[in-house]
């Protein structure tokens, strides 16, 4: 190429902008960070930029794109810049060596993120709702339904359960309401005792007869239920969890620690006792004189 072609020995940032394919005000932000150092200015006041100006611009877009952060990018070229061989084309490295193996961690962290996410994906559109959203240790279990089995509020209390409680209290749970899907009669006895429960609402006092009366019918009919898991192979399926979980993980199977409620820094014994609920006081009444009834037993 002729020298004749370069016109200019230095350029406004305008057209250094459009060259390395940012934008000026990137540029006063790198001036602002220390990524480049200030310019000389013309005799109108503007920035003037040199070819290395526009080559370090260029590194930093490379770096950049890559995903590196600024701060790291600043890091790495004070470090070319102060190592030894500064200036002699010698330096031991790019400066840079650490800062893309945190990158390259993070990375590999995002991949194993992204994984799981499109596991989920994968899970609710196989489902066809939302069930394939709670972990594969629940829907494991219930995937083999009979369509329409399930109801909403069943998928709602799991949902809950996995939060506080993590995956397998929620595999352990769904035992619970495998039964109540294959076995009409007792979904619909189910229905029923919900209903004499419902109706012990803000009106009930906590030392009405009724209290005392449901709560012996929600004994009976968890009492009920338990056998017809028992019986049915659906503990048999959930012991056969418990044990793949225990052979698959080792070295948690003796000292587990209790599960938390992820991300919030909760108990999961705190996230209960917060949990809002909508019971009234004869509604828990009730609840604690079944859990009386099945203590004694």
């Known amino acids: 190429m002729p020298m004749s072609f370069f016109v200019s020995r230095q350029s406004k940032i305008g057209d250094v902008a459009a060259l390395v394919g940012t934008t000026p005000r990137a540029i006063r932000h790198y001036h602002d960070m220390g990524l480049i150092p200030e310019p000389g200015r013309g005799g109108d006041g ?4 040199g070819f290395q100006d526009v080559v370090r611009l260029l590194w930093i877009r490379k770096m ?4 590196i952060a600024l701060d790291d990018i600043r890091e790495a070229f004070t470090t070319t810049e102060a190592g030894p061989g500064a200036g002699t084309g010698e330096s031991g490295g790019d400066g840079i060596e650490a800062t893309l193996a945190r990158l390259e961690e993070a990375l590999a962290a995002q991949e194993a993120e992204l994984a799981r ?19 594969e240790a629940v829907t494991g279990r219930l995937k083999n339904l009979p369509e329409g089995s399930l109801r909403q509020a069943d998928l709602d209390t799991l949902l809950v359960t996995e939060r506080i409680f993590g995956p397998l209290g ?3 749970q769904a035992s619970r ?12 006895e189910s229905d029923r005792v919900d209903t004499v429960e419902e109706a012990l ?3 009930v006092a906590v030392d009405d007869p009724r209290v005392a009366e449901t709560a012996a019918q929600r004994h009976a009919f968890e009492e009920t239920l338990m056998t017809v898991i028992e019986e049915s192979g659906i503990a048999e399926d ?33 996230a209960v006792t917060k949990l809002p609920h909508d ?11 079944a859990q009386e009834l099945a203590t004694r037993d």
């Open 64 to 67: 950049a794109d890559a995903g």
């Open 46 to 49: 503007r920035r003037r930029y």
């Open 201 to 203: 609402d803000d009106t």
């Open 177 to 188: 309401f495998i039964a109540l899907a294959t076995h009409p009669e007792l979904r619909a």
């Open 279 to 289: 019971f009234s006081p004869a509604q828990v009444r009730c609840a604690e004189l």
């Open 117 to 135: 996410r499109r596991a989920r994906v994968q899970r609710m559109r196989a489902e066809g709702s939302r069930m394939g959203l709670l972990s």
């Open 238 to 270: 959930e012991a056969a969890l418990l044990d793949a979980l225990d052979a698959a993980h080792p070295e948690d199977a003796e000292d587990t620690p209790e599960p938390d409620a992820k991300d919030g820094g909760m108990s999961a014994f705190e």
């Open 170 to 172: 929620a595999a352990v």
